[in-house]
């Protein structure tokens, strides 16, 4: 999926005074990663909410609620995967 990228600060990237533009789906993850439902009103269910998460509890369906959520973007995730030692995710397209 092309759009506008976003550089490691989640702020739109801009080279040369321009936009940059390309395959916008990592954006789209890490976006859907860490919104709660309820930030943005237009989608108000939108959102895995991993920041529920910091200094507790792991949710169990997180996997599949991020899995769900990417679907419904039109970004086919293959699998979700949380490492347990150290809390990365991986998602692989």
Known sequence: MDGILQ???GDLLVQNGDFVTGDISQDIVADTILALPGDYKTYPLFGAGLRKAFNGKPNVFFAGKLRSQ????????????????DGSIQVEL
């Open 7 to 9: 550089d490691d600060e």
């Open 70 to 85: 990417l679907n419904a973007q039109g970004i086919q995730a293959s699998k979700v995967s949380i490492n347990d030692q």
